[in-house]
């Protein structure tokens, strides 16, 4: 059974840092690119990063370029999502999720269904 467990959310400052990590299990971690999805309240789901099988290629929403990292430890099976100079527009639920290859397939919000399998999520507030 596919699993994606995301931690290490909570409350920061704006301007603050944090790092998420999302554990993974149930299948070959190093065979899949992988994303990261938030959703905001009242709001719809968004894409935010995407990685490829061996990290070499990284793709971010022009709304955390630069200020957001994603990153791969293949061997501990775990997907990360830096983040840094937070901004209150980034409070959301932040999910892992998995590709269907591994290539990334998943680059814009519209092309979320292609996921074929995601975590529970992990709420991130950034308020003072």
């Known amino acids: 059974e596919v699993q994606l467990v995301e931690s290490g959310g909570g409350l920061v400052q704006p301007g603050g840092s944090l790092r998420v990590p999302c554990a993974a299990s149930?299948?070959?971690?190093?065979?899949?690119?992988m994303s990261w999805v938030r959703q905001s309240p009242g709001k719809g789901l968004e894409w935010v990063s995407s990685?490829?099988?061996?990290?070499?290629?990284?793709y971010y929403a022009e709304s955390i370029k630069g200020r957001f990292t994603i990153s791969r430890d293949n061997a501990k099976n775990t997907l990360y999502l830096q983040m840094n100079s937070l901004k209150s527009e980034d409070s959301a639920v932040y999910y892992c999720?998995?590709?269907?290859?591994?290539?990334?397939?998943?680059?814009?919000?519209?092309?979320?269904?292609?996921?074929?399998?995601w975590g529970q999520g992990t709420l991130v507030t950034v308020s003072s």
């Open positions: 999720a998995k590709n269907p290859a591994p290539q990334v397939v998943v680059t814009t919000s519209s092309k979320l269904n292609a996921l074929d399998a």
């Open positions: 149930g299948f070959t971690f190093n065979d899949y690119a």
């Open positions: 990685i490829n099988w061996n990290g070499g290629n990284t």
